[in-house]
T-cell receptor, first 116, second 111 residues
Framework: KAGVTQTPRYLIKTRGQQVTLSCSPISGHRSVSWYQQTPGQGLQFLFEYFSETQRNKGNFPGRFSGRQFSNSRSEMNVSTLELGDSALYLC???????????????FGQGTRLTVV | KQEVTQIPAALSVPEGENLVLNCSFTDSAIYNLQWFRQDPGKGLTSLLLIQSSQREQTSGRLNASLDKSSGRSTLYIAASQPGDSATYLCAASGGYQKVTFGTGTKLQVIP
């Protein structure tokens, strides 16, 4: 069974540009969450998608957006990149139990974004 | 707002030692608590998941416990090995709420 796949693995962008990251969840998983990891702030939750709908959102500016497709694949977009957006972006997929419970979360290897 | 704290931030032990990593959370209304390990520059590898109704979970040399009333979870690693060197993260999940991660414990096992 394939794991969570994130593409690309590495990206270098310049300030002001925009970027799109992709995440393919484990087959059968309908919940995809995105996280930003930096040395100073640790792992911070960006948003979660379930059945093509954003269900939860963290405290990030509107420049960070995402979407989920009918096959559960998800994309994250960051517009008007800033130097501080340099980070490891991780996505996780999980099944969601009835009543809102959550099963084990599985993470991809991440996309390392460097903004210069 | 859920806050998750991990102590210590870093730990260095000789090979073969048993060790305990701590995770504290402020909101006991969680659905589950999950422990992960992260190797430098890599993603997170799930180690153990404890549902809110459970007290502990075991996998090989790893044992994780959960005490919701006190807002604590511990990860016990028996007979540590150099390959266990990594950063260990705990994450509290509130169901539909966002998952909150701790800041991690960086473990170094010295041969």
């Amino acid at each position: 069974k394939a794991g969570v796949t994130q593409t690309p693995r590495y990206l270098i962008k310049t300030r002001g540009q925009q970027v799109t990251l992709s995440c393919s969840p484990i087959s059968g998983h309908r919940s995809v969450s995105w996280y930003q990891q930096t040395p100073g702030q640790g792992l911070q939750f960006l948003f979660e998608y379930f059945s093509e709908t954003q269900r939860n959102k963290g405290n990030f500016p509107g420049r960070f957006s995402g979407r989920q497709f009918s096959n559960s694949r998800s994309e994250m977009n960051v517009s008007t990149l800033e130097l501080g957006d340099s980070a490891l972006y991780l996505c996780a997929s999980s099944q969601t139990k009835t009543g809102g419970g959550r099963t084990e979360a599985f993470f991809g290897q991440g996309t390392r974004l460097t903004v210069v | 707002k859920q806050e998750v704290t991990q102590i210590p931030a870093a730990l260095s032990v000789p090979e073969g030692e048993n060790l305990v990593l701590n995770c504290s959370f402020t909101d006991s209304a969680i659905y589950n608590l999950q422990w992960f390990r992260q190797d430098p520059g890599k993603g997170l590898t799930s180690l153990l998941l404890i549902q809110s109704s459970q007290r502990e979970q075991t996998s090989g040399r790893l044992n994780a416990s959960l005490d919701k009333s006190s807002g604590r979870s511990t990860l016990y690693i028996a007979a540590s090995q150099p390959g266990d060197s990594a950063t260990y993260l705990c994450a509290a999940s509130g169901g539909y709420q966002k998952v909150t991660f701790g800041t991690g414990t960086k473990l170094q096992v010295i041969p």
